[in-house]
């Protein structure tokens, strides 16, 4: 089953900890019991494997045509052209089909099904990579949140912030450090409201790492349990922007010791191999500790989640595959190699 958003964290309490008094306080809100758990996971699946269906068309031919076909050495090459044309990686692409390819020789599988089922077990292992949970824990935690304009960064900070507070009833506030884009701060408003929590907001063209420093400042003074940070969507060819998104993990750092505690990197799926290039310079500007992949409902590109986990060793700790604040979930890298392979 995918995961749900109580596995998505390290809160430094038990899974269902507090659970009832959070549902009690939110009026039930989260569904109770096995069989509303087990619902909801299975709905959620139900939702990846939709939005994933651009990804699975492309590769669902090739899949069948290969692994319940004859076993040849064409076969491996058309497997490994399904694998490369849905962003999956050559290095990735590589050692799975040569791993898969070695034991059906040495006729440890037998059979399209286990083939098949082998498949999305050696890419579940691709892309499990460190922990993909957000870490919570501290008081306040900060989380800084960075990416290129475009890729759905700043709807990301509000979804996760709707999330915190009515899957685990936490408080949050949201700092606007991105003062370089007209409006951003207006929309990440919104979103606050939306969300049902605070937001710092500077004015335009303002130090962003004053915004943040107030942020931090007024979460502590007022008891705050997590801090989003948004900053510019920088471009990552320009290195005086990427020179101040150091600058502002570095004036967190003074106002918090271990802060940020979390920096996810929103990456947009539909621009795949582009998106891994991205997350390589913003890896080395921000320390980022995870990657947000979004817009998985519009690309036949998804397998770029495994190329990403791979080659950066970033775990994929939420995804985006549609609009709506449910859709945005926390990754479960079993789940996702199913949804992109499986008809099931």
């Given at each position: 089953?995918?995961?749900?958003w109580?596995?998505a964290?390290?809160?430094g309490?038990?899974a269902?900890?507090?659970?009832d008094?959070?549902?009690?306080?939110?009026g039930g809100?989260?569904?109770?019991?096995?069989?509303?758990r087990?619902?909801?996971r299975g709905?959620?699946?139900?939702?990846?494997r939709?939005?994933m269906?651009?990804?699975?068309q492309a590769?669902?031919?090739?899949?069948?045509?290969?692994?319940f076909?004859?076993?040849?050495?064409?076969?491996?090459?058309?497997?490994?052209?399904a694998?490369i044309?849905a962003?999956?990686?050559a290095?990735?692409t590589?050692?799975?089909?040569g791993?898969?390819?070695?034991?059906?020789?040495?006729?440890?599988?037998?059979?399209?099904?286990?083939?098949s089922?082998?498949?999305?077990?050696?890419?579940?292992?691709?892309?499990?990579?460190g922990d993909?949970r957000?870490?919570?824990?501290a008081?306040?935690?900060?989380?800084?949140?960075?990416?290129?304009?475009?890729?759905?960064?700043t709807?990301?900070?509000?979804?996760?912030?709707?999330?915190l507070?009515?899957?685990?009833?936490?408080?949050?506030?949201?700092?606007?450090a991105d003062?370089?884009?007209?409006?951003?701060?207006?929309q990440?408003?919104?979103?606050?409201q939306?969300a049902?929590?605070?937001?710092?907001?500077?004015d335009?063209?303002a130090?962003?790492?004053?915004?943040?420093?107030?942020?931090?400042?007024?979460?502590?003074?007022?008891?705050?349990d997590?801090?989003?940070?948004?900053?510019?969507?920088?471009?990552h060819?320009?290195?005086?922007?990427?020179?101040?998104?150091?600058?502002v993990?570095?004036?967190?750092?003074?106002?918090?010791?271990g802060?940020?505690?979390?920096?996810l990197?929103?990456?947009d799926?539909?621009?795949?191999q582009?998106?891994?290039?991205?997350?390589?310079l913003?890896a080395?500007?921000?320390q980022?500790?995870?990657?947000?992949?979004?817009?998985?409902?519009?690309?036949a590109?998804?397998?770029?989640?495994?190329?990403?986990?791979?080659?950066?060793?970033?775990?994929?700790?939420?995804i985006?595959v549609?609009?709506?604040?449910?859709?945005?979930?926390?990754?479960?890298?079993?789940?996702?190699?199913?949804?992109?392979?499986?008809?099931?």
């Amino acid at each position: 089953m995918a995961r749900d958003w109580s596995e998505a964290f390290i809160t430094g309490e038990s899974a269902h900890e507090g659970s009832d008094e959070r549902d009690d306080a939110r009026g039930g809100l989260r569904e109770r019991g096995a069989g509303g758990r087990a619902d909801k996971r299975g709905g959620l699946f139900r939702r990846l494997r939709e939005s994933m269906a651009k990804t699975r068309q492309a590769l669902g031919s090739e899949i069948q045509a290969t692994l319940f076909g004859v076993l040849d050495e064409h076969t491996w090459e058309r497997l490994e052209e399904a694998l490369i044309m849905a962003d999956v990686g050559a290095g990735t692409t590589a050692e799975v089909v040569g791993q898969l390819e070695g034991e059906a020789s040495a006729g440890e599988l037998e059979g399209g099904q286990a083939l098949s089922e082998r498949l999305i077990e050696l890419l579940a292992q691709t892309a499990t990579v460190g922990d993909a949970r957000i870490d919570i824990r501290a008081e306040p935690t900060v989380i800084m949140a960075v990416g290129v304009n475009g890729t759905g960064k700043t709807t990301t900070i509000g979804k996760l912030a709707w999330h915190l507070r009515e899957e685990l009833g936490r408080s949050v506030l949201l700092g606007a450090a991105d003062t370089f884009r007209a409006a951003a701060g207006e929309q990440l408003e919104g979103w606050a409201q939306r969300a049902g929590c605070e937001i710092v907001l500077g004015d335009e063209g303002a130090d962003p790492g004053a915004v943040a420093f107030d942020a931090i400042a007024q979460a502590r003074a007022n008891d705050i349990d997590v801090v989003i940070v948004d900053t510019a969507g920088r471009l990552h060819t320009q290195d005086d922007l990427m020179g101040e998104l150091s600058k502002v993990r570095r004036v967190i750092a003074r106002q918090l010791e271990g802060a940020p505690h979390e920096t996810l990197l929103t990456i947009d799926a539909t621009t795949g191999q582009n998106g891994l290039r991205q997350a390589k310079l913003f890896a080395q500007a921000a320390q980022v500790s995870g990657v947000v992949l979004t817009k998985l409902d519009g690309t036949a590109r998804g397998g770029i989640a495994l190329a990403i986990a791979r080659e950066l060793q970033l775990p994929v700790k939420l995804i985006g595959v549609g609009e709506s604040v449910e859709d945005l979930r926390p990754f479960d890298p079993r789940e996702f190699a199913r949804a992109l392979i499986s008809e099931e």
